[in-house]
T-cell receptor, first 113, second 111 residues
């Protein structure tokens, strides 16, 4: 059984700050991890993914994430946030042979001006 | 740029009514999905179709039924809605094994 844990329900930072959104997973199969962003009233948008190779993956809008097998983690980071980064961020693990995504509960990021 | 379209945006109905939601993707993907997102933003996969074949059918009440006419369309019908069906229903599509693209969602309110 696969699980995804996002330990922080809410994160508040100021514009220009760096931010780390935490994601831990539990899955014994082939790893495929991803992050999605959901702005208020919108659908989810893909940010980045990891399934092999370099454990640091670059995504859109300056986001990057680092996979750690030892920590079972896939934390999302951004060096300098903008107010438009305010949204809910979801970590997801793909499991099984049917491309099924299991999502974490989400982290709401609030960026104050 | 929207490439996964959902209609309607909102729907308000009463307990016991039937509703249908439509989803269309113009990305040429072979796989489509329906998710339910509750008021706490929790996302759960409901159904998935690959090349018009049902491949994922999570434990959902039997009043929910997906309908796929071709690879670009996946509709969702709910017979006799219940109050707990109030949620946002998100449609998504992907090429097999690749990242998913989501529509804007249909917000259902059951009175």
């Amino acid at each position: 059984t696969q699980t995804v844990s996002q330990s922080d329900a809410h994160v508040t930072v100021f514009e220009g700050d760096s931010v780390e959104l935490r994601c831990n997973y539990s899955y014994g199969g082939s790893i495929y991890l991803s992050w999605y962003i959901q702005h208020h009233g919108r659908g989810l948008q893909f940010l980045l993914k990891y399934y092999s190779g370099n454990p640091v993956v670059q995504g859109v809008n300056g986001f990057k994430a680092e996979f750690s097998k030892s920590d079972s983690s896939f934390h999302l980071r951004k060096a300098s946030v903008h107010w438009s980064d305010s949204a809910v961020y979801f970590c997801a693990v793909r499991s099984g042979s049917f491309n099924k995504l299991t999502f974490g509960a989400g982290t709401r990021l609030a960026v104050c001006p | 740029e929207t490439a996964v379209f959902q209609t309607p945006n909102y729907h308000v109905t009463q307990v016991g009514n039937e509703v249908s939601f439509n989803c269309k993707q113009t990305l040429g993907h072979d796989t489509m999905y329906w998710y339910k997102q509750d008021s706490k933003k929790l996302l759960k996969i409901m159904f998935s179709y690959n090349n018009k074949q049902l491949i994922v059918n999570e434990t959902v009440p039997r009043r929910f039924s997906p309908q796929s006419s071709d690879k670009a369309h996946l509709n969702l019908r709910i017979k006799s809605v219940e109050p707990e069906d109030s949620a946002v229903y998100l449609c998504a599509s992907s090429s097999w094994g690749e990242e998913q693209y989501f529509g804007p969602g249909t917000r259902l309110t059951v009175l």
